[in-house]
């Protein structure tokens, strides 16, 4: 990341304040941010900005607000707010278990049915709880195969376009109905000076993903992009990790993460290895198929409340989980299976029940992980406005990173002003950095403000930095 400026750090107080009456709609960006885009040859007619009093009818700020532009990650701010809305902040997946065969002394003959209904966050520790909840009803040993029925969303891990090249990065993960630990693995390498080697593990431990390890211990600096290591995810059903490249000796442990695995081997492998973790015992591999028609769950395992969820998806920037959570919508419409226009014709029907008219989105498949997606300043704008003043936005704004704080902000912006005061979403692609979001300015007003730039250089530490001055000139409006 560029490191900013001398000359755009030493911005007086008076260049930040040049603010007119509230209320009063105006093109003039900031002196301090002009002074950001200046110094790293950005156009001004690149940025894009929308302000407005959440006390107030019309825009503090609006420079090119309404051109449509990539919005990445702040667009889970819309996917979030239409999950709470068409969800409902208490509304829970459940993942149904069926026996296929006879139960008698802790032994099953016969598979395992899991009916899968795109829980977005049945991570490791909620695996977990499932079988808990299992073995208390008495199973121990499953005498057959785990059976995953994914009629809900099968799976399909192809890459979304545009990113192929980023298709075995954690960020890629496809949605899936039985999806479990957000498909990820982490790569843990330690260096050991005994042996003159790295060692590297893979977490969770899961059987059938083969670690090829080639790194070499160096004696070099410790540093450069990922520290000289090198994770290519290869082999049939990308079932093998292989690494390489040079590892310093003066480099302590470090972890990647990666995608791996299909969606249904994934979540048959980790089932498996926490099943006997804990003394179960389970033989048949898996296969896909169908719980019985019309019968009752053996146990109903229910999901984190949706706020929970969006909670989550925001503070962390996940995007399958935003994906999850538009499909569910749709699902929910419309009925199962769920597909993404089905989702997006869910999208419009919240808007059109809200009232809330947003004529320059364009909305792909609700992560920002998207080529395709667009939305205006001003459109984003008006949808924070308008939640701001609903019956959900104590939910969706507990939901936003805060400055210098959590989530995804725990490291950004800690030192400014606004640090503590703003919630707010941030989003980068290449050529792209958004902010959206709401800040409390030192006044006691609170502002609605959204900003997207696109550049070349606006992911590379410039558009961070533009948007730090304006959340700085706007906390002290």
């Known amino acids: 990341m560029l490191l900013p400026s001398k000359s755009a750090r030493a911005l007086t107080l008076s260049a930040l304040l040049f603010w007119p009456p509230a209320g009063v709609a105006q093109d003039a960006l900031p002196a301090a941010v002009d002074r950001v885009l200046a110094h790293y040859g950005i156009p001004r007619e690149n940025y894009s900005v929308w302000v407005r009093d959440m006390g107030e009818d019309q825009p503090l700020l609006s420079h090119h607000a309404d051109v449509p532009r990539k919005p990445a990650s702040v667009i889970k701010v819309l996917t979030g707010w239409l999950a709470l809305e068409g969800l409902g902040p208490e509304y829970r997946w ?188 389970i033989s048949g591999g898996y296969r896909l198929g169908s719980a019985p028609q019309d019968a009752e769950p053996w146990l109903e395992f229910n999901s984190e409340f949706a706020f929970q969820a969006v909670r989550f998806m ?26 993404l226009d089905k989702a997006r014709k869910a999208a419009g029907e919240v808007l059109k029940r809200e009232g809330l008219e947003l004529p320059s989105l364009i909305l792909d498949n609700g992560s920002g992980l998207s080529r395709v997606s667009r939305i205006s300043a001003a459109d984003l704008g008006r949808l924070l406005v308008h939640a701001g003043q609903g019956p959900r936005f104590p939910e969706l704004a507990a939901s936003l990173p805060i400055a210098g704080r959590d989530g995804t902000l725990t490291k950004t912006y800690s030192d400014t002003p606004f640090g503590g005061r703003a919630h707010i979403k941030t989003g980068s692609l290449n050529g792209v950095s958004a902010i959206a979001g709401y800040i409390l300015a030192h006044s006691g007003r609170r502002l609605a403000v959204v900003a997207l730039l696109e550049h070349p250089l606006a992911a590379k530490g410039p558009g961070e930095e533009a948007h730090g001055q304006l959340l700085t000139s706007l906390s002290r409006h």
């Open 94 to 281: 459940i993942t149904r278990v069926h026996l296929g065969g006879e139960l008698r002394d802790g032994v099953l003959d016969g598979p395992l049915i899991l009916e899968g209904r795109g829980d977005p966050r049945l991570v490791m520790e909620r695996v977990w709880l499932l079988q808990q909840q299992i073995r208390q009803k008495g199973l121990r040993r499953i005498d057959g195969p785990l059976v995953l029925d994914d009629r809900w969303l099968p799976a399909d891990d192809s890459p979304v376009a545009g990113f192929e090249a980023d298709r075995h990065r954690s960020f890629s993960a496809s949605p899936y109905a039985l999806l479990m630990n957000f498909q990820a693995i982490r790569v843990i390498v330690e260096p050991d000076h005994a042996r003159g080697r790295v060692h590297a593990r893979v977490e969770p431990p899961l059987s059938g993903l083969e670690l090829v390890n080639r790194l070499r211990l160096s004696s070099g600096r410790c540093g450069g992009f990922q520290r000289g290591v090198v994770v290519r995810i290869a082999g049939q059903g990308d079932s093998r990790v292989e690494l390489d490249g040079n590892y310093s000796r003066r480099c302590n442990g470090y972890s990647i993460s990666r995608r791996a695995l299909s969606g249904p081997a994934y979540a048959y492998r980790l089932f498996e290895a926490l099943w006997r973790e804990g003394g179960g015992e």
């Open 314 to 339: 925001n503070k962390h920037s996940n995007n399958v989980m935003a994906r999850q959570l538009l499909l569910t919508l749709g699902a929910e419409m419309f009925g199962p299976p769920a597909t």
